[in-house]
């Protein structure tokens, strides 16, 4: 149930002190046997928030030694790149990543203090580097993503350029809590004594030059649209700004960055959230909409978009990648014959019916853009996409762009549909949903404890008691996923007519019900009531 102020402005009550959040950064100690206090990687890295001993200075020295040791047993002797995102603690984590890095011996490209980069622009920049001869790169992102703003987040890419997977995080996370217990196995320097030295890097002229690699840029150059680009109080905002310098037809909606986001509305739950999928979070941009020819949003680390059009608002996700995939592979001939989609299993079936349409293979995979990096990295996948508006592409050549999200990317995509087509993204989706039929399609989400969170991650089809979901007969209880057999971390259940998946948020405390029903919105509403039944049966 939404929360009474959802989709209206932030309060002075709704916002973070930003002074507590640095402050218990550096005077909270983490407990190395408390698991709330423990450093855990979930699908994009470790976050949590000082506030609740989660996320302090001892947890990312300790996760900065660990990557230390594991990159060198790994045999990458390369630079890493390091960046950050616009989240109060980020700056100061950032710092403390740079010491122990600095420590250690390990050559560092970062942005100067001042300056943020987007995780697609740290993607990018491995993967520029790793094209060349040479020691391979990787990477760090200082970032919680879409999280609220007292939260922090730390993840790790490795020379591949995408998220790491989990024959990577499971090593890292297991040391830095070993590191916990035995800090003075921590290398460090003061920031203070190597700030003059550190290598500095320009994330920023690159990627966006290269952005032309990737898009039809004269198209949108001469369509006569106006792109409406709202950084949400990201890391996106100096590279909107730099792209409107370029003679894009880019207007900036909004340049503000402020630690406590007091320019938000409030998301579906009365928080804080940079979800540029959430309509409450994005009420403001979606006021605006008659002002554009198409309005984007990105979330904090700038890897997820939302589209607004004038004629149908902020779009579903799910509804963008069906039309961005149609749109792309009839659209770029350099790209191999052979290329599939990538989607996640808790993505629209509509997808699969684009897919088969375009005779092209569809590869359903669990939830993390991980499982698209090697796809995008041989090409074999044209497109990486998942339900929670992160997305990424060939270029126009058909090699790789980046291996993480790129919502820039995605935002710069809607503005090429137009220009190319003359019809919006939402137009494009209705003749799909004319052609294959409505989809109705939510996700909700449920308070879950730590314990819980991993009995349900465990599910399986001896969990499933019934064997009818919403007056059909069950077809389908999958634990793994079609696309390459990993394990869901959690369970998806398909009728003729409708599916649900439950697994774990990766993020937060919370999990996750994903449903859709291709019949109406009342069956949907009954084949969520009939899943939460379910995983609460299964939780009790």
Sequence with gaps: MAHERAGQPAQESDLINVDDVLAAYYDKTPDPSNPDQMVVFGTSGHRGSSLDTAFNEAHIAATTQAIVEYRAAQGTTGPLFIGKDTHALSLPAWKTALEVLHANGVEVLAEREDEYTPTPAVSRAIIRHNNGNGAKADGIVVTPSHNPPRDGGFKYNPPTGGPADTDATKVIAARANELLADMGAVKRTSYDKIASDIQRYDY???????????????????????????????????????????????????????????????????????????????????????????????????????????????????????????????????????????????????????????????????????????????????????????????????????????????????????????????????????????????????????????????????????????????????????????????????TDNAWFAARPSGTEDKYKIYAESLKSEDHLREVQKAAKELVDAALA
């Excluded at 079936?349 to 669990?366: Q, Y």
């Excluded at 270029?395 to 995509?413: E, F, P, R, S």
């Design 204 to 494: 920023r002229s690159p990627y966006c030059a290269e952005l032309a690699q990737a898009l039809n840029f004269p198209a949108i150059q001469s369509a006569g649209l106006t792109h409406g680009a709202d950084p949400m109080g990201g890391a996106a905002v100096q590279y909107w700004e730099y792209l409107a310098e370029q003679g894009l037809p880019i207007e900036v909606v909004n340049n503000k960055v402020d630690p406590t986001w007091r320019f938000m509305t409030l998301d579906t739950d009365g928080k804080i959230r940079m979800d540029c999928s959430s309509p409450n979070a994005m009420a403001s941009l979606v006021n605006q909409r008659d002002k554009f020819s198409v309005a984007t949003g990105n979330d904090a680390d700038a890897d997820r978009h939302g589209i607004v059009t004038p004629d149908a608002g902020l779009m579903n996700p799910n509804a963008y990648l069906a039309v961005a995939i149609n749109y792309l592979f009839a659209n770029r001939p350099g790209w191999s014959a052979d290329a599939g989609i990538g989607k996640t299993l808790v993505s629209s079936s509509l997808i699969d019916k684009v897919a088969a349409k375009l005779g092209r293979r569809l590869v359903e995979v669990p939830v993390g853009f991980k499982w698209f990096v090697p796809g995008l990295t041989d090409g074999s996948l044209g497109f990486g996409g998942e339900e929670s508006a992160g997305a990424s592409f060939l270029t126009l050549d058909g090699t790789t762009w980046t291996t993480d999200k790129d919502g820039i990317l995605l935002a710069l995509l809607a503005s090429e549909i137009i220009a190319v087509t003359g019809k919006t993204p939402s137009e494009h989706y209705a003749e799909l949903e004319a052609e294959f039929g409505t989809s109705y399609y939510a996700r909700v989400d449920a308070d879950a404890n730590r314990d819980q969170k991993a009995r349900l991650s465990k599910l399986g089809r001896a969990d499933v008691t019934v064997d009818e979901l919403a007056g059909e007969p069950i077809r389908a209880v999958l634990s793994n996923a079609p696309g390459n057999d990993a394990p869901i971390g959690g369970i998806k259940v398909t």
